[in-house]
């Protein structure tokens, strides 16, 4: 349990890392205002959870969904939820796909490793 309360955490940094260090750097209000969010902070965060999925192999789902859900509660709690909260967390639900395959990607690889190696 204590694992997992660890990887639990760096994704959610990892996320809110990502949002605030690609807003900062671009001027943007929000991070994916800008286009460093997709060449950047996108790649990152599928770093980030396929490498926790490597570690903790089962549902790995989650360190794919856990960096974006941690951005949209971090938009939400310093910029208030607008009027367009709703699309934005569709648009997070979307932006989680590519974190959630490779989160996938790195549990099929720790589980073959983990297959391997005594």
């Not at 760096?10 to 997709?38: H, K, N, P």
């Not at 192999?57 to 939400?76: E, H, K, N, T, Y």
């Not at 569709?90 to 297959?115: D, E, N, Q």
Request: proline share 6%; aromatic share 12%.
């Amino acid at each position: 349990m204590k694992k997992g309360l660890w990887l639990y955490g760096m994704a959610v940094v990892s996320g809110i890392l990502v949002w605030v260090v690609v807003s900062t750097v671009s001027g943007r209000r929000e991070a994916w205002d800008s286009e460093w969010y997709f060449l950047i902070g996108i790649p990152v965060v599928c770093v980030v959870s396929a490498g926790l999925g490597f570690v903790e192999p089962s549902r790995p789902w989650r360190w794919g969904v856990a960096p974006l859900l941690a951005q949209a509660v971090w938009m939400i709690v310093t910029q208030g939820a607008g009027n367009l909260l709703p699309l934005g967390l569709v648009v997070f639900g979307v932006l989680a796909i590519p974190s959630v395959m490779t989160a996938w990607l790195g549990a099929l690889i720790g589980k073959k490793v983990a297959r391997v190696m005594p």
